[in-house]
């Protein structure tokens, strides 16, 4: 998490067992928690970021 752009950095698996290129998702405030989960039951982990200063959650729902 980098709270001076308010985005998430991820590196998507490859299937070679590679990572790819960093990929930067907004979270649109600056968050200090991190988790992950599925949170919509499709076997497919999804990132959640809290704030404590803004009292919000984001849910960054992964797709295939």
Avoid: K
Avoid at 19 to 34: C, K, N, P, T
Avoid at 46 to 54: A, N, R, V
């Amino acid at each position: 998490i980098y709270d001076d752009t308010m985005a998430v950095s991820v590196f998507p698996s490859l299937a070679d067992g590679t990572f790819g290129e960093r990929v930067d998702l907004s979270i649109g405030v600056a968050s200090d928690s991190l988790a992950m989960g599925d949170v919509n039951e499709d076997g497919i982990p999804d990132l959640i970021t809290g704030s404590s200063d803004d009292e919000l959650v984001t849910i960054l729902i992964s797709t295939p």
